[in-house]
Every structure is written in C-alpha cells, then in structure tokens.
C-alpha cells in the first residue's frame, strides 16, 4: 500500500446521499463497506465527520441563533453521524471507537491523542466527532488537525465530483480538472478544496490531501493502493 495510514474527511452532506436532510441508511453503509475493504488492507483508519446533513453552524445568525451557540449545535450534529457510522462499522465485525472534542463521555469517549493512536493500533477505526471544539473552526481544519496528530499518511476528502476543478464541475460543463495541483495554488485560485486554515496546516506539515469521488466505485481502496483517482494537493503539482 502507498498509504498504511489515512485520515478520511466524510462532510455531513455525504452521509445524506440523495435525501435533502438527514442520514440515508444506504449511504452510510456503502461508506463503511468502502472503510472495510481499505482496512482489509492492512491500512489504518482514522476518520472525521461533518455535520451539514444535520445542523451548520454559519447558518445560525441568519436564522436568529448567535453563530458561537450555532457552531457549537453543528459540532453535536456530528456526533449524531459518528455514532451512525460506527454502528454500520461494528455491525460488519469492524471494531470502532468515537471520540469527541466536545465532553460527551456517557456516550463517547473524549478526544486523548495517544489512546487514539493506539485504537488505530490495534486495528479499530477511530472516527472524530465535534470538530476541534471551537467554534469558528471548520471540521476540514478538524480533519488536518487530527490527520497531523494521529501522523496519517494521507488526508482523504471525499467528495461528490471527481477531484479538483477550477470552477464547479455540476454547473460549468468547461470546468478544467487539475489531477495534481499544489497547496499555494489551491489558496491563490481561491479554489475551496478546503478552507484556507485546513490547506495551510497541510501544506506546512507537508501532508497530501487526496480529493476524490466518494460515490465512484472502489475509490477510496484505488487511491490506498496508488493508482490515480481524483486529485492530488502537495507542496509540487
């Protein structure tokens, strides 16, 4: 395997599938067989989870919520599909642990670096629920924190579209996909892989982020195994 550790960034609204809100079931199930197969690889993994399927706290002052109490429902709702995935996981014999910014310990453990490690170890998946427990933090930023503590390999941001492009690809049929492209360029175009602050600590701890099409067949297990699928961010295109 090129990666023997990765790092998955699963946004809110993959967990949705087509529905307009919530969890679809089949969804999340397609997801967990795509985590089982990598990790029937010998390959560890860690994953953080989004919540905009359920609640996004940028959306709280226009609807009358202050945007510190909104960022801190959006970090609940992940928790909400954390523990949906893990459920999926351990139900096809993958053992998983959830473990949150946030203190919710009667129903997951608390986020410790070093117990995280060692359940990624001995083989369990771990999934990160409420972001870094900052509001104003994004969970992409999550996802590049936790990615460089837990020493993953690789980040994996799946997605809906192939990769990266230099406008949206669902609504401009002449978008140009980039299968490479570097940090600063990915900043500079203002291309939105990843908020500026996840992309900066990538780029200076030197960790590549891998944008891929979660939907497409086998994906998640072709980029682990090398071959080209999406787009890659590192510091040389």
Known sequence: MVYKRILLKLSGEALMGNEGYGIDPGTVEDVALQIKDVRDLGVEVAVVVGGGNIYRGMKAESQGVDRVTGDYMGMIATALNALTLREKLEQLAIPARVQSALAIEKVVEPYIQKKALKHLQSGRVVIFA????????????????RAVEMGADVLLKATKVDGVFDKDPEIHRDAVFFPSISYMDVINKDLRVMDITAITLC??????????NLRGKN???????????????????
């Open 130 to 145: 409420c972001g870094t427990g900052n509001p104003y933090f994004t969970t992409d930023t999550a996802a590049a924190l």
């Open 203 to 212: 780029k200076e701890n030197n960790l590549p982020v891998v944008v891929f």
């Open 219 to 237: 994906n998640m297990k072709k980029v682990v195994q090398g071959k080209q699928v999406g787009t890659i961010v590192r510091r040389q295109a």
